[in-house]
């Protein structure tokens, strides 16, 4: 959600710049911006985590696809929805609330694309890693050791 945050800020600086003619974000831009992507982000998590659980599936990568599969249809519709909202701020003039706009439509955009990649990738490192952490080994007996327990077991014969 960082990085959403981040890569909207500097997208939202050049369109800014570029377009706008401002070289530079108002002083509220970044943190009505990281308000807004903060509050959706974890939202968004919460309901994707909370669909997670509700699968039955034993494999976490299947429970994590189904998850967000049937949770992708409502979180494009509201980043739509809301994006258009706040892409009704822009004809206002008011470069803030234009910075503002483009820094929470840019990070929307960012969030339902980069979340979902995020989370099945790091739930892919995680059982690898898994696999190779609980993989054991059976330690090569020694014959020598060998040896010497089955003389232990023999009576002896004087």
């Keep these: 959600m960082l990085l959403a945050y981040e890569v909207s800020l500097g997208i ?3 369109v800014s710049k570029f377009v706008l003619g401002d070289p530079m974000l108002s002083w509220n831009t970044p943190f009505f911006t990281f308000i807004m992507l903060m509050a959706l982000g974890v ?10 659980k ?3 599936q034993p494999d976490l990568k299947d429970r994590m696809l189904n998850a967000a599969t049937a949770i992708g249809a409502v979180v494009i519709s509201a980043a739509i929805i ?3 909202t706040f892409a009704a701020l822009m004809p206002s003039g008011v470069t803030t609330l234009i ?12 969030l339902v694309i980069i979340l979902p990649l995020t989370l099945s990738s790091l739930i892919s490192l ?22 010497d327990t089955s003389s232990k077991d023999k009576p002896a014969t004087d």
Excluded at 44 to 52: A, D, E, K, W
């Design 43 to 52: 939202d968004y998590s919460i309901f994707l985590m909370v669909r997670f």
């Design 54 to 56: 509700d699968e039955t």
């Design 12 to 14: 939202t600086r050049i």
């Design 99 to 110: 910075q503002v706009a483009l820094g929470v439509i840019f990070g929307l955009i960012i």
């Design 82 to 84: 809301l994006s258009g």
């Design 126 to 147: 995680t059982m690898w890693h898994e696999k190779r952490i609980h993989r054991v080994r059976k330690p090569k007996k020694n014959k020598k050791a060998k040896a």
